[in-house]
C-alpha cells in the first residue's frame, strides 16, 4: 500500500518555525517529486513547495518563498518542510503529495498520485 503520513504540526507563535515530516512507503521515493499544499479554513487548497527526485531542484509559492525550505532525505523516504517567521495566515492542514513527474505543474495541484491526510499548523498572533 502506497502511504504518505504528514507530522509535525502544532500551535506557534508568529515568528517561530516549525518543521514538518512527510514519511513515503509503499513506494520507490527515489523516482518520486514530493511536495507540500495547504488548506485554510474556508480557502481552497494551495501550492506551497515541490523538490524533484534528487532534491536538487525546487519550486515555491511565492508566499512561502525566502521563508519555508523543501528538502528530503532518500535513505529515509522522507522529505520536510522547514518553516521559519511564520504568519498567521500560514495557519492551514498542511498536505503531502508524491508524484513521479516534477515540474510547474505541481502549482495546480491536480492529478498527483499520492496525497497524505494532513496535519494542521497553527500560528497564533
Known amino acids: 500500500q502506497v502511504t504518505v503520513v504528514e507530522s509535525g504540526g502544532g500551535l506557534v507563535q508568529a515568528g517561530a518555525s516549525l518543521r514538518l515530516s512527510c514519511a513515503a512507503s509503499?513506494?520507490?521515493?527515489?523516482?518520486?517529486?514530493m511536495g507540500w499544499f495547504r488548506q485554510a479554513p474556508g480557502k481552497e487548497r494551495e501550492f506551497v513547495a515541490t523538490i524533484n527526485w534528487s532534491g536538487s531542484g525546487a519550486y515555491y509559492a511565492d508566499s512561502v518563498e525566502g521563508r519555508f525550505t523543501i528538502s528530503r532525505d532518500n535513505a529515509k523516504n522522507t522529505v520536510y518542510l522547514q518553516m521559519n517567521s511564520l504568519k498567521p495566515e500560514d495557519a492551514a492542514v498542511y498536505y503531502c503529495?508524491?508524484?513521479?513527474?516534477?515540474?510547474?505543474?505541481?502549482?495546480?495541484?491536480?492529478?498527483?498520485?499520492?496525497w497524505g491526510s494532513g496535519t494542521l499548523v497553527t500560528v497564533s498572533s
Open positions: 509503499g513506494l520507490d521515493f527515489n523516482n518520486y517529486a
Open positions: 503529495a508524491a508524484d513521479r513527474a516534477y515540474g510547474r505543474f505541481w502549482y495546480l495541484g491536480e492529478s498527483l498520485e499520492v
